[in-house]
């Protein structure tokens, strides 16, 4: 029992690897509750920063979630969406929020969605910058030859919709590569899931 308490004591240390793998078979257990991690809080401020260096506004919408605030995230989205929930929502366990590195972002006021010129504004931002402040797009636009033909409404390729206001902190050099293979090309498969690890 001893030796169990000192490995999850160790691993909470530690932390998961920046490049840990979270889908909807890799989860977390419901005791990992890292918070946000500076690493990731300090590269949102310096990307912030750029942004409004270019006119761009932008602010936190959602940071770190623990297992329980998740697990009532996805409760309140079922009993909205029902059978859709699964298309957009994580299960507890299995969000990248529980992390610690990953956030979601839009305009100041204007809340999350593609639908606000201003947000479209953010988001292409986004998409051509975020990597250089070790970012990547968990969930880039997808296009496909077959229905749905992409997956800002259903998931194609990506497992959940395109969400271009979630981003998720690896670090520099692993965000340059994944952007550098070419993940935001909609047509093709490259994903930065491609890129993580499962962790034990």
């Known amino acids: 029992m001893l030796i169990l308490q000192l490995y999850v004591a160790l691993l909470l240390l530690l932390g ?20 946000m991690r500076e690493e990731a809080f300090d590269a949102w401020i ?17 940071g770190y ?39 979601d972002v839009a305009w100041p006021g204007v809340g999350l969605g593609v639908h606000d010129p ?15 402040y070790g970012f990547v797009l968990s969930y880039p636009y997808k296009s496909a030859e077959v229905w749905p033909y992409h997956n800002r409404w259903m998931p194609v390729v990506t497992e ?18 994944i952007y550098d293979a070419g993940y935001l090309d909609p047509a093709s498969p490259v994903l930065p899931q491609h890129f993580y690890h499962p962790w034990p």
């Open 65 to 103: 979630r623990s297992y329980e605030y998740q697990a009532v995230i996805y409760a309140r989205e079922a009993l909205k969406h029902k059978s859709g929930v699964n298309l957009y929502t994580a299960r507890p366990g299995y969000s990248e929020h529980q992390l610690g590195t990953a956030i």
């Open 46 to 62: 310096a990307l912030q920063g750029a942004a409004i260096d270019e006119s761009i506004k932008t602010t936190l919408f959602s």
């Open 160 to 177: 959940y919709i395109h969400e271009p206001w979630h981003l998720r902190y690896v670090g520099v050099a692993l965000a340059k590569k």
């Open 118 to 132: 201003r947000n479209k504004r953010l988001y292409t931002w986004l998409a051509e910058n975020a990597h250089i």
């Open 16 to 35: 998961a690897p920046l490049d840990t793998l979270l889908d909807r078979e890799h989860g977390l257990p419901s005791w990992y509750d890292p918070g």
